[in-house]
């Protein structure tokens, strides 16, 4: 059955420290998409990144880098050098192509970062 | 371009009164998500909706609940009755018919019933 499984309930780092949140996946599909969303503390959910189960490169974008290993079914997210801005939810989400073209997404429990300046 | 915009951005409603929640997907999107968050069960699909047409509304929790389309461009999502479990954050989201498309999300209609 699939599953994401975000261990790691909250997170409290001081402004300029590097942090990783961690997602772990299960699926049995062989197609496969994972998601990070992030939800600041005004609620609305934002898109950060999308990843296909065939391509594990992993992707920076500025202070933000994604790790994807197919062999521990792990999508981390670390942040570098984090501010107190980046304080807020994260989720990691799994949407499986046998769900068909629906990009049913399934979520994870989410993190929550805290950044204390 | 404009988001997925949804309305209200906050009800406190009466518990045994009608809610309608409303959502104008991003123009040209396929598909449209009706999600809830609440504090036990995290981030769940309600329903689902294909070129207008349901498509999946299993995650709907009761018969209380109930999703329209009438058009590519707007849904309601209403309860009726409410209940004070049904306070929750309710978001809309919308993505294109392509598998693994990303789904922009609303900024949510948060909802309490008291």
């Known amino acids: 059955a699939q599953k994401v499984t975000q261990a790691q309930t909250e997170i409290s780092v001081v402004e300029k420290e590097d942090v990783t949140l961690d997602c772990v996946y299960e699926t049995r599909d062989t197609t496969y998409y994972l998601f990070w969303y992030k939800q600041p503390p005004s609620g609305e959910l934002v898109f950060l990144i999308r990843r296909n189960s065939f391509d594990e490169q992993n992707e920076i974008s500025g202070r933000y880098s994604w790790n994807f290993q197919k062999s521990t079914s792990s999508f981390n997210f670390t942040i570098t050098a984090s501010q107190v801005v980046d304080s807020a939810v994260y989720f990691c989400?799994?949407?499986?192509?046998?769900?068909?073209?629906?990009?049913?997404?399934?979520f994870g429990t989410g993190t929550l970062l805290a950044v204390q300046p | 371009d404009a988001g997925v915009i949804q309305s209200p951005r906050h009800e406190v409603t009466e518990m045994g009164q009608e809610v309608t929640l409303r959502c104008k997907p991003i123009s040209g999107h396929d598909y449209l998500f009706w999600y809830r968050q609440t504090m036990m069960r995290g981030l769940e699909l309600l329903i689902y909706f294909n070129n207008n047409v349901p498509i999946d509304d299993s995650g709907m929790p009761e018969d209380r609940f109930s999703a329209k389309m009438p058009n590519a461009s707007f849904s309601t999502l209403k309860i009726q009755p409410s209940e004070p479990r049904d306070s929750a954050v309710y978001f809309c989201?919308?993505?294109?018919?392509?598998?693994?498309?990303?789904?922009?999300f609303g900024e949510g209609s948060w909802l309490t019933v008291v």
């Open positions: 989400a799994l949407s499986e192509a046998s769900s068909g073209a629906t990009n049913k997404l399934i």
């Open positions: 989201a919308s993505s294109l018919r392509v598998l693994g498309n990303t789904i922009y």
